[in-house]
């Protein structure tokens, strides 16, 4: 008598296989969004240095910084506006300056959470202070005024409106 063989898998194997491609998916799942929230970190400090580049070059040609009321057109810059945090009570960044205008900082946030600024002609950097509200505290001044060195005199919010398309407005 021949025995018959069946070619197939058992449930429990079927199983097993199931649960180590769902383990394997949801570990892709967050290596991709670690990537994506670092991908969006590295574009705020990118933009942080080109408008950085752009206000020095301004400074260079008119020996002050851009007004708190210019526009990112002044740095001739555009940035990755989906890299940002966006929420309704923060703007994505904030430019203040000091009275005469003979310095400036650049605060960030990107949608990962983390804050990046620069300081004038100076690198951008973590910044590890609380991160200002458009209205409420903590204030833009409290947290700009350590960094400047000196007492804010003007700033603006750049992009404030809580949206990533269209053009970004400066928010007094």
């Known amino acids: 008598?021949?025995?018959?063989?069946?070619?197939?898998?058992?449930?429990?194997?079927?199983?097993?296989?199931?649960?180590?491609?769902?383990?394997?998916?949801?570990?892709?799942?967050?290596?991709?969004?670690?990537?994506?929230?670092?991908?969006?970190?590295?574009?705020?400090?990118d933009n942080l240095s080109k408008i950085a580049e752009g206000y020095n070059n301004y400074f260079t040609d008119n020996n002050?910084?851009?007004?708190?009321?210019?526009?990112?057109?002044?740095?001739?810059?555009q940035v990755n506006r989906a890299s940002y945090d966006n929420t309704a009570t923060s703007g994505a960044m904030v430019y203040c300056t000091n009275a005469a205008r003979s310095e400036y900082v650049l605060l960030a946030r990107s949608k990962s959470g983390k804050a990046y600024y620069v300081v004038s002609e100076g690198p951008v950097k973590s910044f590890t202070g609380t991160?200002?509200?458009?209205?409420?505290?903590?204030?833009?001044?409290?947290a700009c005024d350590p960094l400047l060195g000196s007492a804010t005199a003007s700033f603006a919010w750049i992009n404030s409106g809580g949206t990533t398309s269209g053009t970004w407005n400066y928010s007094y």
């Open 64 to 77: 002050v910084y851009p007004p708190a009321d210019s526009t990112l057109s002044t740095a001739k810059v």
């Open 1 to 45: 008598m021949h025995k018959r063989f069946f070619a197939g898998f058992t449930v429990a194997e079927l199983l097993i296989v199931i649960v180590v491609i769902g383990i394997i998916a949801g570990i892709a799942m967050i290596s991709y969004r670690g990537v994506q929230l670092r991908g969006h970190d590295t574009a705020v400090q």
């Open 131 to 142: 991160y200002p509200v458009t209205t409420g505290s903590p204030t833009v001044a409290s």
